[in-house]
């Protein structure tokens, strides 16, 4: 055996042997051995809860790698819908499948004329793009009865074309919807993202031509928005996909879980949080309340990064890009200043606490037009493709259910009390 550790029961005086294998130890030898007693891993922290060959993540070297290639050379060379194919199928796509691929994405943006008008319409005026965005997504699985033939390989392939090929339609609906403006039909003859952007922003011109170093700002965003591994998303897709429900329902769950403000809405605190400092000069005063505790740097730190988050330096270089067609957003230099002064503070070093993915991205979006309400969502559009690629594993590692223990803390066996003697 080669790297192992050794669990003894100090009750019994019996041993298990147990081998480190990628990392990990498996908890079936530790179940034999203590059948009754559970870990108690609140928030799954030192979990892992399945093998994966998908995204490997080294918080302290600051690497991140999509099926082992770096996310600085994807970003760099790729474009999101090739991204999306490696995430999902496992290698990078010959110029073949690439076109089959895009095809198939391109042909399936379109949502069904009841969604857009019974369904989307049918929202408050002032309801929120991403509570639309999370409930029309679970909508979509009442359209293609089949979804629910999980172990079909060709219907599943359906099913994640048709999921990433509308959720930007459903977003940008959502998000038109908001604003009272009329809904946009998709143009098949646009890129991914210039699709989007025109779904977003046309009036009443033919052909909306997005800005092509906007469109492709923004394809960078969705590669590096892409997948994050076992993350508390990632996670609620693989629980809810263990009970064998459609992918849309499960993807549903996933982007609930994404709108949380501890997950998907670190964007938006961090623009408000810019906002308040004001200017270059209050960031030093600023900087001294968050370590006497008041407030956190937001932004900064992550559970998994002790370095530099590599989306982080992407999207810094990605932020310059889009302000020279947009202008300086005027929140950056009191993000730089932040972030300067930060780096150079002994609370934020000796924490190992550096600028996270979403320090500057909330600038790029809002430069770009987004209101706030919309950064969850455009983190919702692309990590659809990770969700999905995490369900097609699951599904043909054919998983058992996710179902955890607990250690029962409430009261005893307790006889019925009458309510005239409460
Ligand atoms: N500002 C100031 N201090 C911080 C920050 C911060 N942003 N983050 C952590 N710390 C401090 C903590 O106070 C703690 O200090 P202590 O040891 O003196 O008590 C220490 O650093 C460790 O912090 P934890 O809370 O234990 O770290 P954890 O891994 O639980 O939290 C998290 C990670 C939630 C990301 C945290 O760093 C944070 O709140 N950051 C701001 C919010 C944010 O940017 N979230 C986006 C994350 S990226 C994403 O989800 C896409």
Redesign the pocket.
């Known amino acids: 055996m080669g790297e192992s550790i050794t669990i003894t029961d100090n009750r019994t005086g019996e041993s298990v042997e147990i081998p480190i294998e990628y990392g990990g130890i498996s908890s079936e030898p530790f179940k034999k051995l203590l059948p009754g007693v559970w870990f108690e891993d609140e928030a799954f922290t030192a979990t892992a809860a399945t093998r994966s060959a998908i995204t490997d993540i080294d918080g302290d070297a600051g690497i991140l790698r999509y099926r082992g290639y770096p996310i600085e050379q994807l970003a760099e060379h790729s474009t999101y819908l090739e991204v999306a194919y490696l995430l999902i199928f496992g290698e990078l796509p010959t110029t073949e499948q690439l076109e089959q691929w895009t095809h198939d994405i391109t042909y399936h943006t379109y949502i069904h004329e009841n969604m857009r008008k019974r369904f989307l319409e049918g929202f408050h005026y002032d309801a929120h793009p991403m509570g639309m965005l999370v409930s029309s997504v679970a909508a979509l699985s009442t359209f293609y009865e089949n979804a629910k033939d999980i172990f079909d390989e060709e219907v599943r392939y359906k099913q994640i074309t048709r999921l990433i090929a509308k959720m930007p339609t459903l977003a940008a609906a959502a998000y038109r919807f908001s604003v009272g403006m009329p809904f946009v039909y998709p143009d098949n003859s646009l890129s991914f993202s210039a699709n989007f952007l025109s779904t977003m922003w046309k009036v009443a011109e033919p052909r909306y031509d997005a800005n092509p170093a906007l469109a492709k700002a923004l394809d960078v965003l969705f590669i590096l928005h892409a997948d994050?591994e076992q993350?508390c998303g990632t996670t609620a897709m693989r629980v809810v996909g263990s009970s064998h429900a459609d992918p849309y329902s499960a993807t549903a769950a996933a982007a609930a879980a994404l709108y949380g403000p501890?997950?998907?809405g670190?964007n938006e605190?961090?623009i408000k949080m810019l906002t308040e400092i004001g200017s270059p000069d209050n960031v030093p005063a600023f900087v001294e309340s968050?370590k006497q505790?008041k407030g956190?740097?937001?932004?900064?730190?992550?559970?998994v990064y002790k370095n530099y988050?590599p989306r982080a330096q992407i999207i810094k270089q990605t932020a310059d890009e889009v302000f020279e067609v947009t202008g300086k957003n005027p929140l950056l230099d009191i993000a730089l200043k932040l972030e300067e002064v930060a780096l150079s503070d002994d609370?934020?070093i000796s924490?190992k606490?550096y600028p996270?993915?979403?320090?500057y991205s909330g600038l790029i979006y809002q430069a770009m037009g987004f209101p706030t309400e919309m950064f969850t969502v455009l983190f919702a559009i692309p990590r659809t493709a990770g969700w999905l690629a995490h369900w097609q594993e699951l599904i043909e590692q054919d998983q058992r259910i996710a179902r955890p223990r607990q250690l029962y803390t409430g009261a005893g066996e307790r006889p019925y009390v009458p309510i005239s003697e409460r």
Not at 296 to 303: N, S, V
Not at 356 to 359: A, L, T
């Open positions: 994050h993350n501890r997950h998907g670190a605190a961090v968050v505790g956190r740097l937001q932004g900064f730190g992550h559970r988050d609370y934020f924490r606490l996270n993915v979403d320090f």
